[in-house]
């Protein structure tokens, strides 16, 4: 059981947009910033988000997150079949080992 | 740019021990903390700890807090991560990550994963 809730899985057609929820509590999202990362199986993971809505050089525009209270999201624009992968959220809880990552959504493009 | 590179695949029995290396070159090696990351089959990812490479400092996860150490070499830019008493369930790929853009605000260069099997 993680301490990030993710959904198990999401899809959506390409070209359309998805959006990848993360619910925590006071402790972690509620005070500290969300990173999100990119995981294609086999390969290690991908920073696709940090400090809740920056994107590192590289990642594209088509990517977003945004943080409100103890929940983050993070947004997939004009999708792709190469953004098929697992995608997980991670921060600092300051009650619990000191990072957390969710259980992690698997995008299927349909 | 930015690389860490890890040490190859290993097969253990339970009981032993097992260390994973963690090269990293093309940045200032003690300018930035490393993470442990461990991912079980079919499973999500799971933080192990992380270590200071300017100063050794380490802060590990609870559940590891007996097994594991991790260490480092400013020789030659290189961190350590050793699990020891091994179990099956201990079966799982590690990866080191850099603390890029400080300390609690994500990983942004991952090595490209040591597998640890552990079996009778």
């Known amino acids: 059981q993680s301490v990030l809730t993710q959904p198990p899985s999401v899809s959506a057609a390409p070209g359309q947009k998805v959006t990848i929820s993360c619910s925590g509590s006071?402790?972690?999202?509620?005070?500290?910033?969300v990173s999100w990362y990119q995981q294609v199986p086999g390969t290690a993971p991908k920073l696709l988000i940090y400090?809740?809505?920056k994107r590192p050089s590289g990642i594209p525009d088509r990517f977003s997150g945004s943080k409100s209270g103890t929940s983050a999201t993070l947004g997939i624009t004009g999708l792709q079949t190469g953004d098929e992968a697992d995608y997980y959220c991670?921060?600092?809880?300051?009650?619990?080992?000191?990072?957390?990552f969710g259980g992690g959504t698997k995008l299927t493009v349909l | 740019q930015a690389q860490l590179v890890q040490s190859g695949a290993e097969v253990k029995k339970p009981g032993a021990s097992v260390k994973v290396s963690c090269k990293a070159s093309?940045?200032?090696?003690?300018?930035?903390?490393i993470y442990w990351v461990r991912q079980a089959p079919g499973q999500g990812l799971e933080w192990m700890g992380w270590?200071?490479?300017?100063?050794?400092?380490?802060n590990y996860a609870q559940k590891f807090q007996d097994r594991v150490t991790m260490t480092r070499d400013t020789s030659i830019n290189t961190v350590y991560m050793e699990v020891s008493r091994l179990r099956s369930d201990d079966t799982a790929v590690y990866y080191c990550?850099?603390?890029?853009?400080?300390?609690?605000?994500?990983?942004?260069?991952w090595g490209q994963g040591t597998t640890v099997t552990v079996s009778s």
């Open positions: 006071s402790s972690n999202i509620g005070s500290n910033s």
């Open positions: 400090d809740n809505n």
């Open positions: 093309e940045y200032r090696f003690i300018a930035y903390y």
């Open positions: 990550a850099r603390a890029g853009y400080g300390l609690l605000h994500g990983m942004d260069v």
């Open positions: 270590l200071n490479p300017n100063s050794g400092v380490t």
């Open positions: 991670g921060t600092w809880d300051i009650s619990l080992s000191p990072w957390v």
